[in-house]
T-cell receptor, first 116, second 116 residues
Framework: AQKITQTQPGMFVQEKEAVTLDCTYD???????LFWYKQPSSGEMIFLIY??????QNATEGRYSLNFQKARKSANLVISASQLGDSAMYFC?????????????FGAGTILRVKS | NAGVTQTPKFQVLKTGQSMTLQCAQD?????MYWYRQDPGMGLRLIYY???????DKGEVPNGYNVSRLNKREFSLRLESAAPSQTSVYFC???????????????FGDGTRLSIL
């Protein structure tokens, strides 16, 4: 079974600084995908970024980038120039192959608080 | 564009009562999912439907049943509610059968369910 580990229950970062949220995964599959989602206090789940196991380069989406280290099985999310609106829960998730199709396995999440 | 719509948003039940949570998507997605979110545990998959006519168990299916009514709608039923089922329930959908490799799941706003 695949597993996602997010070791930081909570993080603080100063506004305008960069922050890294850790995610390690465990899989024996060669082909897999990793997703990051943001959940603000309002509760909705917002897709941020995706990294495929065969992607040559680290994924980037605006201020979000993914530090993908395949040999170490880590897929850390880097948020540059933090903003107050980045305060939220962040989930790392991995695509897992089910009997009839793909599904996601989520980590427990990291709460990020941005200080002004 | 409504995306994924869940009803109701809030519900309080007594132990032993039954209830159906409704989910509909208007993005012509093939795959739909039901998750529950509990504090400190991230999102856990209850059931999913990779395409019309198929459903499969996820990580925590006990006490739940699902129906893929048509391509748009995927309902979750609690036959005899228990306090352990108090949680926030999310429905999600993705585009291709099982979700293509880089296609994110799109989430509804959640249903907050309390069982007394």
């Amino acid at each position: 079974a695949q597993k996602i580990t997010q070791t930081q229950p909570g993080m603080f970062v100063q506004e305008k600084e960069a922050v890294t949220l850790d995610c390690t995964y465990d899989t024996s599959d060669q082909s897999y995908g990793l997703f990051w989602y943001k959940q603000p206090s309002s509760g909705e789940m917002i897709f941020l970024i995706y990294q495929g196991s065969y992607d040559e380069q680290n994924a980037t989406e605006g201020r979000y980038s993914l530090n993908f280290q395949k040999a170490r099985k880590s897929a850390n999310l880097v948020i540059s120039a933090s903003q107050l609106g980045d305060s939220a829960m962040y989930f790392c998730a991995m695509r897992e192959v089910g009997r009839y199709g793909n599904k996601l396995v989520f980590g427990a999440g990291t709460i990020l608080r941005v200080k002004s | 564009n409504a995306g994924v719509t869940q009803t109701p948003k809030f519900q309080v039940l007594k132990t032993g009562q039954s209830m159906t949570l409704q989910c509909a998507q208007d993005m012509n997605h093939n795959s739909m999912y039901w998750y529950r979110q509990d504090p400190g545990m991230g999102l856990r998959l209850i059931y999913y439907s990779a395409s019309e006519g198929t459903t499969d168990k996820g990580e925590v299916p006990n006490g739940y049943n699902v129906s893929r009514l048509n391509k748009r709608e995927f309902s979750l039923r609690l036959e005899s509610a228990a306090p352990s089922q108090t949680s926030v329930y999310f429905c999600a959908s993705s585009e291709l059968p099982g979700g293509a490799s880089n296609q994110p799941q799109h989430f509804g706003d959640g249903t907050r369910l309390s069982i007394l």
